[in-house]
């Protein structure tokens, strides 16, 4: 994989998803400053950023239930966001991994067998989510919801090599 940043763009994606701090955690919603949930926070970074389009993040897509995770036949949370970001690495949140910032993050929360939560990386291991009750920073090797959980890491700045 190469790792690439076209005239900042990474650095762009990292600055909007700061403009979403303490807006309200609201299961559905998608409107920075009002109310937003996990999902919406990374696909409207991805908007705001020109990495995709509101009908390539939202086009079809049915409204999710606070315990949709629990009955989810497949990993609709990573299908969505493969459309615009290459899969980098799956593991453990660890200092050590090579997290690049503007990676979206997701993690198996809340013993799920399926991914149901995600988050942006602002410089690792420090990354930004939408969880109640607002937007906010969390180390994700020390915060419950992501330290010491599987983790799948995504670039929208990859492109496959070879």
Same mark, same amino acid.
């Given at each position: 994989?190469?790792?690439?940043?076209?005239?900042?763009?990474?650095?762009?994606?990292?600055?909007?998803?700061?403009?979403?701090? &303490?807006?309200?955690? !609201?299961?559905? +919603?998608?409107?920075? #400053? $009002?109310?937003?949930?996990? *999902?919406?926070?990374?696909?409207?970074?991805?908007?705001?950023?020109?990495?995709?389009?509101?009908?390539?993040?939202?086009? &079809?897509?049915?409204?999710?239930?606070? /315990?949709?995770?629990?009955? $989810?036949?497949?990993?609709?949370?990573?299908?969505?966001?493969?459309?615009?970001?290459?899969? *980098?690495?799956? #593991?453990? +949140?660890?200092?050590?991994?090579?997290?690049?910032?503007?990676?979206?993050?997701?993690? @198996? $929360?809340?013993?799920?067998?399926?991914?149901?939560?995600?988050?942006?990386?602002?410089?690792? %291991?420090?990354?930004?989510?939408?969880?109640?009750?607002?937007?906010?920073?969390?180390? $994700?090797?020390? /915060? %419950?919801?992501? +330290?010491? @959980?599987?983790? *799948? !890491?995504? /670039? %929208?700045? *990859?492109? @496959?090599?070879?």
């Amino acid at each position: 994989m190469i790792y690439y940043d076209l005239g900042g763009r990474r650095a762009a994606l990292v600055e909007i998803a700061k403009t979403f701090v &303490g807006t309200p955690y !609201v299961l559905g +919603a998608r409107v920075k #400053g $009002a109310g937003i949930d996990c *999902a919406s926070f990374l696909g409207q970074c991805l908007i705001e950023s020109g990495l995709a389009t509101a009908e390539s993040v939202y086009g &079809g897509l049915e409204v999710y239930h606070q /315990d949709w995770h629990l009955h $989810a036949p497949d990993e609709r949370y990573m299908l969505r966001l493969l459309r615009h970001a290459q899969k *980098a690495m799956e #593991g453990v +949140a660890s200092k050590s991994s090579r997290i690049e910032p503007g990676n979206l993050l997701l993690c @198996r $929360a809340f013993g799920t067998r399926k991914y149901s939560h995600g988050g942006i990386v602002i410089k690792w %291991p420090m990354i930004l989510h939408a969880i109640a009750p607002c937007v906010r920073w969390a180390d $994700a090797t020390r /915060d %419950p919801m992501w +330290a010491h @959980r599987e983790i *799948a !890491v995504f /670039d %929208p700045f *990859a492109t @496959r090599t070879g």
